[in-house]
């Protein structure tokens, strides 16, 4: 597990420095009015810093002694599918819906939290998301028959 995640660091530290690279080619403006490579610039020095704290923790922690089993796959395999329906049903069933039930699949399935946790995280997104997108951003995203 440390050799896998050595290696997922270095790829996240190549990607990281390739992006900034290219991005510091665009105007990167200000805070207050930023230019085409504000953004991708920012989000490559985020994903630098998250790839070193990776390296680090790979670097100084012990191998695990038991190993993955097909479980996290399957769980894996489970995500990708209902994130594929998602995007097929985003526009039929609306982004708040798909959205709910989204992150509740993903609180009772892949780590499986008590109903109540699970449906009170699954509006509070579902809700704040829309609130924050669709309102105070106001991004068009699909309202859905709801």
Known sequence: MVRRDVVVA???????????????????????KPGEGFFPFWISAVLFLLGLCLLFQALTSRPSADR???????????????LTAYT????????????FLLV???????????????????????????????????VPLPRGPL
């Open 10 to 32: 270095a790829l996240a530290l190549v990607f990281s420095v390739t992006a900034a690279y290219e991005s510091a080619k665009l105007p990167l403006g200000t805070i207050h």
């Open 104 to 138: 509740l699949f993903m609180l009772r399935a892949t780590d499986p939290q008590p109903w109540t946790v699970a449906l009170s995280m699954a509006a509070i997104t579902a809700v704040g998301s829309y609130v924050v997108f669709a309102i105070w951003l106001s």
């Open 88 to 99: 097929f049903l985003l526009d039929p069933l609306g982004y708040p819906l798909c959205t």
């Open 68 to 82: 993955e089993g097909s479980g996290r796959v399957a769980k894996v395999e489970a995500l990708l599918v209902v």
